[in-house]
T-cell receptor, first 112, second 119 residues
Framework: QKEVEQDPGPLSVPEGAIVSLNCTYS??????FMWYRQYSRKGPELLMYTYSSGNKEDGRFTAQVDKSSKYISLFIRDSQPSDSATYLCAMGPSGGYNKLIFGAGTRLAVHP | DVKVTQSSRYLVKRTGEKVFLECVQD?????MFWYRQDPGLGLRLIYFSYDVKMKEKGDIPEGYSVSREKKERFSLILESASTNQTSMYLC??????????????????FGPGTRLTVL
């Protein structure tokens, strides 16, 4: 079993829809959680991060962490065609030189 | 803004060749990483370095080596390229610092990637 599971999609939604992207994990030591967005033929770029549990909002994006369920989500409101990309979750324990563990990525297509 | 650059966007090499991939970051970051990314497998860590001349194996180090002679530069070396090393190679860097307020350790910033094809 992988440490981080992420549905690869693809997920296809109409413009304006609310998108929900999710990851589950098995390591209870994970303390910080990130979402990266990767456009085709580009490197991943950091989109959102949260430390420990709770919600974080940035414009149309909301990241949620539920440590009791070992489940994280990224919500995109009013989705736009420019949101079409692969979304990678990443997580790791706090401190030190610990590695980030990445999900496989979910491919999202927002069509006009 | 953090900038991570990689020496080539696209590279085509032949089986058995020695291949060098270079990565440079301009933000004085302590840590640097090399990943490969393959469809369905996500990002897999090859090697990382937390200081000059220091290196640690990641999850798939076989067939690769690395060099970090200067803080800003981290090189990935394929000693004898094989067709199963055809992949997208991504370099990343991160600043190790203690948790303070809204900051935290190990946000990784990625370069644009090198798509390597081994024939």
């Amino acid at each position: 079993q992988k440490e981080v599971e992420q549905d690869p999609g693809p997920l296809s939604v109409p413009e304006g829809a609310i998108v929900s992207l999710n990851c589950t994990y098995s390591n209870s030591a994970f303390q910080y959680f990130m979402w990266y967005r990767q456009y085709s033929r580009k490197g991943p770029e950091l989109l959102m991060y949260t430390y420990s549990s709770g919600n974080k909002e940035d414009g149309r994006f909301t990241a949620q962490v539920d440590k009791s369920s070992k489940y994280i989500s990224l919500f995109i409101r009013d989705s736009q065609p420019s949101d079409s990309a692969t979304y990678l979750c990443a997580m790791g324990p706090s401190g030190g030189y610990n590695k980030l563990i990445f999900g496989a990525g979910t491919r999202l297509a927002v069509h006009p | 803004d953090v900038k991570v650059t990689q020496s080539s966007r696209y590279l085509v090499k032949r089986t058995g060749e020695k291949v060098f991939l270079e990565c440079v970051q301009d933000m004085d970051h302590e840590n640097m990483f090399w990943y490969r990314q393959d469809p369905g497998l996500g990002l897999r860590l090859i090697y990382f370095s937390y200081d000059v001349k220091m290196k640690e194996k990641g999850d798939i180090p076989e067939g690769y080596s690395v060099s970090r002679e200067k803080k800003e530069r981290f090189s990935l070396i394929l000693e004898s390229a094989s067709t199963n090393q055809t992949s997208m190679y991504l370099c990343a860097s991160s600043l190790f610092k203690g948790l303070a307020g809204d900051t935290f350790t190990d946000t990784q910033y990625f370069g644009p990637g090198t798509r390597l094809t081994v024939l």
